[in-house]
């Protein structure tokens, strides 16, 4: 991850919160409408959360998406990599290369002291501490 938030992480995090905020299954199209997408890249954002076991994706005219996570155990860190992988202490904050302590860039020390604080406090903020809702 190159500490960048995408539309889709931010859908995803705001899923996951208006799931909790509703606390009950919710259809696909209820779900997009309620956070501000369509149904089809809704489902792009949902699918990782699936996987990680903090929804549960019911198909079908009675399915939908329901919560299994209590959103107190998941971070805003832990979101964020389910979507665009895993942080990547190593990169480069000016070029798309490795930087480290061999061949560093001019930022390579502040950089590195700020992704770390960034990285803590992301993965210290529980989506339960986050609003409920953007309107």
């Given amino acids: 991850m190159r500490l960048e938030i995408t539309r889709r992480s931010d859908l995803a995090t705001r899923a996951l919160i208006e799931l909790a905020r509703l606390g009950r299954r919710t259809k696909s199209s209820e779900l997009a ?10 489902s792009q954002a949902m699918t ?3 996987a990680r076991g903090w929804v549960r994706s ?3 005219p009675t399915g939908g998406y329901a919560l299994i996570a209590d959103l107190a155990d998941v971070s805003v860190l ?3 990599e389910a979507i665009e992988g895993p942080s990547d202490a190593g990169r480069c904050v000016l070029e798309d290369r490795p930087c480290g302590d061999a061949g560093p860039c001019a930022l390579h020390q502040p950089w590195q002291r700020a992704r770390t604080q960034l990285l803590d406090e992301l993965s210290n903020s529980p989506l339960a501490g986050l609003p409920k809702g953007r309107k």
């Fill in 58 to 60: 019911e198909p079908g």
């Fill in 33 to 42: 409408d309620a956070i501000g997408t369509t149904p089809g890249f809704l």
């Fill in 48 to 50: 990782p959360l699936a």
């Fill in 78 to 80: 832990e979101v964020i």
